[in-house]
């Protein structure tokens, strides 16, 4: 089984960065698509970025396409967001998993809140 724990959310101002992580372990996710999904208060979960873990080519919603950037370690196993241009709109608990999303690797999430 795969475990994946996400960390790096905060207290932002708006226009500010963030990196979030996603640690994976457990058996090898290389031949996963692999992505970050978030979840604002009184809203379904919504897709954001997605990443092959082998070929590195990537996916983004048109909301935060040139804001964030999803990028993987493979030394580290470690999966990442890069958020920049911060708006409150990006306030949401973020969440890895695979894609498309496996309600067996669903964990904690963190949580990013951006002040305006």
């Known amino acids: 089984q795969v475990q994946l724990v996400e960390s790096g959310g905060r207290l932002v101002q708006a226009g500010g960065s963030l990196r979030l992580s996603c640690a994976a372990s457990?058996?090898?996710?290389?031949?996963?698509?692999i992505g970050w999904f978030r979840q604002a208060p009184g809203k379904e979960r919504e897709f954001v970025a997605t990443i092959s873990w082998i070929a590195g080519d990537t996916t983004y919603a048109d909301s935060v396409r040139g804001r964030f950037t999803i990028s993987r370690d493979n030394a580290k196993n470690t999966l990442y967001l890069q958020m920049n241009s911060l708006k409150p709109e990006d306030t949401a608990v973020y969440y890895c998993n695979r894609s498309p999303p496996d309600d067996a690797y669903w964990g904690q999430g963190t949580q990013v809140t951006v002040s305006s």
């Open positions: 457990g058996r090898s996710i290389t031949n996963w698509r």
